[in-house]
């Protein structure tokens, strides 16, 4: 078995309520997207996701997710 571990490096998100970027870190958490095997060995990726809160006090959105490319 072959284990990836990463990271998100974005800075921060839009928020899909007001449109406001937010830098503010909310929490994390870990994903683990489908396993595709390689060169016949098992493959987890281990990928720990950013939720960022949004700053502007008026909007009611709630944590904000960083997005990774399909």
């Not at 490096?9 to 958490?29: N, Q």
């Not at 595709?36 to 959105?61: D, E, H, I, K, Y």
Request: glycine share 8%.
């Amino acid at each position: 078995m072959v284990r990836v571990d990463a990271h998100c490096t974005t800075a921060g998100a839009v928020c899909p309520g007001c449109g406001a970027w937010s830098t503010r870190v909310h929490s994390s958490y870990l994903r683990f997207p489908a396993d595709v095997p390689s060169a016949g060995r098992r493959v987890v990726l281990q990928l720990r996701v950013r939720r960022f809160r949004c700053r502007n006090t008026l909007c009611r959105a709630g944590p904000l997710w960083s997005r990774y490319p399909a």
